[in-house]
C-alpha cells in the first residue's frame, strides 16, 4: 500500500473537529481555573481594604490591564499550540507588546523620580511574597490550562507547557491585583512579571509529563 493511501485510510474515520473547538475548550479550562483562583484569593488575602477607591485611580488599571491584556494573548498562543504541528507565528511577537509597554513605563517613572525614592518604587513593600502569591492562585489557572490542552493534540509540549504557565501567571497576576495595593510602575514590571515567568517555568517543565495527549 502506498504512504498516500496508507495516510488516507487512517483518517478517513477519524471524527471532524468543529471550527473553534480548541479555542472553547481552552476558554473553559482557564475560566473555571479563573473562577477557582479568584476563590483562593478572596480565601486567602482579600481584596485590598480600599478597592472601592483603588479602582478609580489608573494605577490599578495598569496593573490590572498589564497582567489580563498577556494572560489574553498567551491564551490565544496557547490555544494555537495545542493543535499538531501549527505554528505559533506573530502572536509570540504580540505577546511581548505588553512586556515592553510597561518597561518603557516603568524606566520613565523611575528616570522622573528623585533618587531617594528609587528604592520604594522598585521593592515596594511585599517584593519578597509578590510574584510566589502569583505562583500560587495562579495554580487552579494552570490546572485548568494543563485539562484543555491534554484534551487536544499538541506536539509542542516543552512550549505549550511554557505558555499554559505563563498565561496562568498572567491571569493570576490579574486576580492578585484586586488584593495588592503597590502603586508603582517599576514594581509591577519587575515583579508582577517575575511571578508570570517564575509560573511560565513551572509549566515548561511541566509541560512533558502532563500535557501528553491520549
Not at 482557564?30 to 489608573?58: F, H, K, N, Y
Not at 509578590?130 to 490546572?143: D, N
Not at 499554559?164 to 512579571?193: M, Q, R
Amino acid at each position: 500500500m502506498k504512504t498516500d493511501d496508507l495516510i488516507a485510510s487512517l483518517s478517513a474515520d477519524l471524527p471532524k473537529v468543529a471550527p473553534g473547538a480548541a479555542a472553547r475548550r481552552v476558554a473553559l479550562g482557564l475560566g473555571l481555573g479563573a473562577l477557582g483562583s479568584t476563590a483562593v484569593m478572596l480565601a486567602w488575602l482579600g481584596p485590598r481594604p480600599d478597592i472601592a477607591e483603588a479602582v478609580l485611580t489608573p494605577m490599578f488599571w495598569m496593573k490590572f490591564g498589564y497582567a489580563a491584556i498577556t494572560g489574553l494573548i498567551l491564551a490565544a498562543l496557547l490555544t494555537r499550540l495545542a493543535k499538531p504541528a501549527v505554528r505559533p507565528g506573530a502572536l509570540v511577537a504580540v505577546a511581548a507588546v505588553p512586556f515592553v509597554v510597561v518597561a518603557a513605563m516603568a524606566l520613565m517613572r523611575y528616570a522622573q523620580a528623585p533618587p531617594e525614592a528609587h528604592r520604594a518604587m522598585l521593592m515596594g513593600h511585599s517584593s519578597m511574597v509578590c510574584p510566589w502569591r502569583i505562583v500560587a492562585i495562579g495554580l487552579p489557572l494552570l490546572a485548568g490550562a494543563v485539562w484543555a490542552v491534554r484534551g487536544l493534540a499538541p506536539t509542542r509540549l516543552r512550549a505549550a507547557g511554557l505558555v499554559a504557565g505563563g498565561c496562568a501567571g498572567a491571569l493570576g497576576a490579574a486576580v492578585y491585583a484586586i488584593a495588592c495595593n503597590e502603586t508603582s510602575a517599576p514594581f509591577l514590571a519587575i515583579w508582577y512579571t517575575l511571578g508570570m515567568a517564575l509560573a511560565a517555568g513551572l509549566g515548561a517543565v511541566a509541560g512533558s509529563r502532563l500535557l501528553r495527549w491520549r
